[in-house]
């Protein structure tokens, strides 16, 4: 089973950025769409970006496009989510999820493989 492990949150200012990784155990090219979700206390998980096998095709959620850009290295197992102009309504625990189903969902019980989170808070 894969081991997807997420890196590069931490506490930054409102309008900074930060830049998480996340690197699987195994090719990152087995699985059609990898992708980022948030989730805030209370909240439920939502999907932030998610990107296709080839990287071709991407998904944004509304509230982050123009600030966030996903991207992933097949050669190296890894994905990015590169977080730009960063809001306090960003903060969040980010999880990295790999789905192995052909086709885009949003759908977080779609995605079978996930990584054990990493907290991002944005002071004002």
């Known amino acids: 089973q894969v081991q997807l492990v997420e890196s590069g949150g931490g506490l930054v200012q409102a309008g900074g950025s930060l830049r998480l990784s996340c690197a699987a155990s195994?090719?990152?090219?087995?699985?059609?769409?990898m992708g980022w979700f948030r989730q805030a206390p209370g909240k439920e998980r939502e999907l932030v970006a998610a990107i296709s096998r080839s990287g071709s095709n991407t998904y944004y959620l509304d509230s982050v496009k123009g600030r966030f850009s996903i991207s992933r290295d097949n050669a190296k197992n890894t994905v990015y989510l590169q977080m730009n102009s960063l809001k306090p309504e960003d903060t969040a625990s980010y999880y990295c999820?790999?789905?192995?189903?052909?086709?885009?969902?949003?759908?977080?019980?779609?995605?079978?493989?996930w990584g054990q989170g990493t907290q991002v808070t944005v002071s004002k």
């Open positions: 195994e090719r990152t090219s087995s699985y059609y769409f």
């Open positions: 999820a790999a789905d192995r189903n052909p086709g885009f969902t949003r759908a977080k019980e779609e995605y079978a493989y």
